[in-house]
C-alpha cells in the first residue's frame, strides 16, 4: 500500500471551529492508523481576511487537541512560485487562457443567459483569441465541452458531473492570486497528498479540481467527503447552537480528550462504543465507518462525557489547569496539592473545569459568605450549645482525618442526644455557606483544623447575634 498522506487546509479568516476540528481529526487519525504523514497547510490567500491573529488561533487549537502535524504548517502565501509553474504548464498544453472580460461584461452577459433560460455560466469569449498576460486580466482552466466527470468518493460513493454544466473557472485572478480551487490542486499534488478527506461542502468543488489534475497529468488522490454537522434543531451548526469555537470550550472548561472523543462519534462509529483512549481511536479508525448521515451536535452529550473525563484525570493534573481559571476569579494561590485534594471531593460532581472552580469557591476564601436563606432556617440558636461541643471536641482531636472526624461528631451527637443531620447541616453551612456539598468529613479533612475551627467559631458569633 502506497503511504497515507493526509492534510488539514484552514483558512484563517477567524479560530477553529467544530466542523474543521473534526475535519482535522479524521486527517490526523487516518495518517496515524496507517502510520502516514499528517500536513497542516494554512490556506491564506483571502488576504484581506486572513490575520496573525487567526493563524495563531488555529495552531493552538490544534496544539491543544493534540493534532500534532508531521510538515507544515505550510502558507499558500509563500508558495506563489509554485502555482505559478503549474500555471504555465496549463497555458502551455492549452488548458488554460488569458481572459480580459471586465465584471460589468460578465454580469450583462449572466443576466441576458438568465433571460434567454440558459445556464449563466461564463460563455467561452476570450477561449480562441490566445490574449497574453496584461494588466486586468485573469487565467481561465478550458473546461471540457462534453463528457462526465466522476468523483469517486470512498464516503458517498461515485457520483457523476456532466462537464457541460461547469464553468471555464478563474484559476489566476488579476492581481496574481491563485484561486482557491486551482491552488488546493497544486498544493495537493506537490505534497503528494494521498488521501483528501473534507466536509462534503465541497463535492461540487470536486469535478472543477479532478479536471486540473487530469489536465496536468496528475494521479488524482482518493476523496471522502464528509456529512456536515447540524444542530439539535437539524439546521446547519452556527452560534445560535452555542459556541462554535474549539478554544471557547477551553474556555467553558472543556478537557480536549472529551472534545475529540466526541467530535468523532459525530460520524463515525465503532459498534455501539462510545468512550474512546486516543491510542483506541487511532487504531480503529476507518473511513468505512463514517456514516453518510449528517452528525447532530448534542451539548447534553458533550457534558457527559466531559464529567467522565474530568474523573480519570489524575487531581493532580486537574489542579494544574483549573488554576488559572481559579485565579481568573480572584482567588488567592493555593499549593497544588490542597487543590488537589479539594478536587477530589468534587470530581464526582462536576462536568466542567469552570463549573469546578465555582464549586470550590469556599475551599479558596478565608471566610465563607452565607445564603441567607440558610443561615435564617438552619444557624438559629439552639445550635449554640452543639457548635460549642463540637468546637472544644475538635480542638482536643489528635487524627484530623475523615474517621476521626466522623468518631467525634459521633461522640458529640451521643453525648447531646440528638442526630447526626440535625448537627451536620449547620456544620456544612458554617463551613461552606451553602446546605450543598461534598462529604462532610471530606470537607473538614481538606480544609483543616485550623480553618474548620476558624468558620465554627465565626458562625457561633453569627448564632449569638
Known amino acids: 500500500m502506497e503511504p497515507v498522506i493526509t492534510r488539514f487546509p484552514p483558512s484563517p479568516t477567524g479560530s477553529l471551529h467544530i466542523g474543521g476540528a473534526r475535519t482535522a481529526l479524521f486527517n490526523w487519525l487516518y495518517a496515524r492508523h496507517h502510520h502516514g504523514t499528517f500536513i497542516l497547510r494554512i490556506e491564506d490567500t483571502d488576504l484581506a481576511r486572513s490575520t496573525d491573529e487567526s493563524i495563531r488561533a488555529i495552531l493552538d487549537a490544534m496544539e491543544w487537541l493534540g493534532f500534532d502535524w508531521d510538515e507544515g504548517p505550510y502558507f499558500q502565501t509563500q508558495r506563489f512560485d509554485v502555482y505559478g509553474e503549474y500555471l504555465q504548464k496549463l497555458l502551455d498544453s492549452e488548458h488554460a487562457y488569458y481572459c480580459d472580460c471586465n465584471p460589468e461584461e460578465l454580469e450583462a452577459r449572466r443576466q441576458e443567459a438568465l433571460r ?20 486586468s486580466r485573469v487565467v481561465r482552466f478550458r473546461c471540457p465541452d462534453a463528457g462526465t466527470t466522476v468523483l469517486n468518493d470512498l464516503i458517498k460513493g461515485p457520483i457523476f458531473f456532466e462537464n457541460s454544466e461547469l464553468d471555464d473557472l478563474v484559476l489566476q485572478r488579476s492581481d496574481g492570486i491563485p484561486t482557491y480551487n486551482f491552488a488546493v490542486v497544486v498544493d495537493d499534488i506537490s505534497m503528494r497528498i494521498t488521501h483528501v478527506i473534507r466536509g462534503d461542502d465541497h463535492v461540487n468543488n470536486s469535478p472543477r479540481q479532478i479536471l486540473i489534475y487530469q489536465a496536468l497529468g496528475a494521479k488524482l488522490p482518493h476523496f471522502g467527503h464528509v456529512p456536515m454537522i447540524l444542530g439539535e434543531d437539524r439546521g446547519r451548526l452556527s452560534k445560535r447552537h452555542g459556541a462554535t469555537s474549539v478554544m471557547a470550550y477551553k474556555d467553558m472548561g472543556y478537557l480536549p480528550e472529551a472534545l475529540v472523543n466526541y467530535l468523532v462519534r459525530l460520524g463515525w462509529s465503532f459498534g455501539d462504543q462510545e468512550i474512546f483512549s486516543r491510542e483506541e481511536l487511532i487504531e480503529k479508525f476507518n473511513l468505512e465507518s463514517i456514516g453518510k ?19 480519570q484525570r489524575p487531581a493532580e493534573e486537574l489542579a494544574d489547569l483549573l488554576r488559572p481559571i481559579l485565579s481568573a476569579q480572584g482567588y488567592p ?8 485534594k479539594a478536587i477530589q471531593t468534587l470530581q464526582t460532581r462536576s462536568r466542567t473545569l469552570v463549573e469546578m472552580a465555582h ?25 449554640e450549645p452543639p457548635f460549642q461541643e463540637l468546637i472544644g471536641t475538635l480542638e482536643r482531636l489528635a487524627a484530623f482525618d475523615e474517621k476521626g472526624l466522623e468518631a467525634a461528631f459521633r461522640g458529640v451527637v451521643d453525648k447531646l442526644q440528638m442526630k447526626l443531620g440535625k448537627l451536620a447541616q449547620p456544620v456544612r453551612v458554617a463551613l461552606t455557606g451553602t446546605t450543598v456539598s461534598p462529604g462532610l468529613f471530606e470537607i473538614m479533612n481538606v480544609l483543616g483544623k485550623e480553618t474548620v475551627i476558624h468558620r465554627l467559631r465565626l458562625a457561633l458569633g453569627s448564632i449569638r447575634r
Open 116 to 135: 434567454q433560460g440558459r445556464k449563466p455560466k461564463y460563455d467561452g469569449c476570450c477561449r480562441t483569441r490566445r490574449l497574453g498576460p496584461g494588466p
Open 333 to 340: 494561590e493555593k499549593t497544588r496539592d490542597y487543590l488537589a
Open 359 to 383: 464549586a470550590m469557591g469556599f475551599y479558596m476564601v478565608e471566610e465563607v459568605a452565607y445564603e441567607p436563606e440558610a443561615a435564617k432556617k438552619i444557624l438559629t440558636p439552639d445550635m
Open 293 to 311: 448521515a449528517p452528525g447532530v451536535f448534542n451539548p447534553e452529550k458533550l457534558l457527559w462525557l466531559n464529567a467522565h473525563y474530568i474523573k
